[in-house]
T-cell receptor, first 110, second 117 residues
Framework: SQKIEQNSEALNIQEGKTATLTCNYT??????LQWYRQDPGRGPVFLLL?????KEKRKERLKVTFDTTLKQSLFHITASQPADSATYLC?????????FGGGTRLMVKP | NAGVMQNPRHLVRRRGQEARLRCSPM?????VYWYRQLPEEGLKFMVY????????ESGMPKERFSAEFPKEGPSILRIQQVVRGDSAAYFC???????????????FGDGTRLSIL
């Protein structure tokens, strides 16, 4: 069956460190993969999109990798700040829709 | 530049009543998507609409749920005869072009929290 897996346990890191979140998928062949941020009580906010022919994409302190052989995407936040604390969702295309993983909650401690 | 607007933000209904959730997409966006998020679960796709057309409703329950996106006005997600299991957050997203194949970001509203008594 098709699955998108993100670590359901919260990730706790110290301010200034690099946070690395993982998104693994099975039985999908996505052409694109997206990452979103969701704060409590709010809707998801788009962060980055990476295409299957791109190995890596960067935006300010964010970096995303996409390995179609491993069927995995890694999402990095460098020099993390308490304001980065949120739930991060990966999503990939499946037909007409985006399918989301369950999200990983990131807590950055000062 | 207004984002995706959803209303109401909170809606309380008793079992058996109808719930109507509204979504106004971003200006210039003609593609609308509805998702449901249960507590501690991920977003689940429900339906994809363009103006006056349902493109994909594969995620919609077969009964009691319907959606529309008329030529004028907001998109509406309608739930008839609500049951306790319908309690969830319902999110709407929009994109300027077809975004369901993943090549476009989707812009989300802040959702409607539906509670069934």
């Amino acid at each position: 069956s098709q699955k998108i897996e993100q670590n359901s346990e919260a990730l706790n890191i110290q301010e200034g460190k690099t946070a690395t979140l993982t998104c693994n998928y099975t039985n999908y062949s996505p052409a694109y993969l997206q990452w979103y941020r969701q704060d409590p009580g709010r809707g998801p906010v788009f962060l980055l999109l990476i295409r299957e022919n791109e190995k890596e994409k960067r935006k300010e302190r964010l970096k995303v990798t996409f390995d179609t052989t491993l069927k995995q995407s890694l999402f990095h936040i460098t020099a993390s700040q308490p304001a980065d604390s949120a739930t991060y969702l990966c999503a990939l295309n499946a037909g007409n829709m985006l399918t989301f993983g369950g999200g990983t909650r990131l807590m950055v401690k000062p | 530049n207004a984002g995706v607007m959803q209303n109401p933000r909170h809606l309380v209904r008793r079992r058996g009543q109808e719930a109507r959730l509204r979504c106004s997409p971003m200006k210039g966006h003609s593609h609308v998507y509805w998702y449901r998020q249960l507590p501690e679960e991920g977003l689940k796709f429900m339906v994809y609409l363009q103006k006056e057309n349902i493109i994909d409703e594969s995620g919609m329950p077969k009964e009691r749920f319907s959606a529309e996106f008329p030529k004028e006005g907001p998109s509406i997600l309608r739930i008839q005869q609500v049951v306790r299991g319908d309690s969830a957050a319902y999110f709407c997203a929009s994109s300027p072009r077809k975004g369901g194949d993943g090549n476009q970001p989707q812009h989300f509203g802040d959702g409607t929290r539906l509670s069934i008594l």
